[in-house]
């Protein structure tokens, strides 16, 4: 389980030996961030799935800032206009592209 100085991506929220049933819910840092964390900032989660990822975030200080930081990249992003590629440049693009693929098919 995480402490107050957080788990450097080994901790776990529901842990057996915490809660006692084998059944329960268990997250570990890892499962969070690859597994969880974009279904969990789109509200795709159930209640009990949030709780216990709450719980995590609230003793898993690497977790929370990663979070945030997951947070502040997707505004940012969301927030970028699109800039049209250069006709020359899409040109080139195109022409790698085609390379590319040629060596490919051999």
Known sequence: MCGKGGCAGKGEVGSRSERGDKD??????KEFIEDFLA???NGGL???AVAELEAHLAA???CAAYLNTYRKTRD???HAGRIEMPS???HILREIMAKHLRKTER
């Open 60 to 62: 898993c200080r690497p």
């Open 24 to 29: 329960e819910f268990m997250v570990t840092c």
């Open 46 to 48: 159930g209640p009990e």
């Open 76 to 78: 940012v992003v969301g």
């Open 39 to 41: 279904e969990y900032v």
């Open 88 to 90: 020359e440049k899409q």
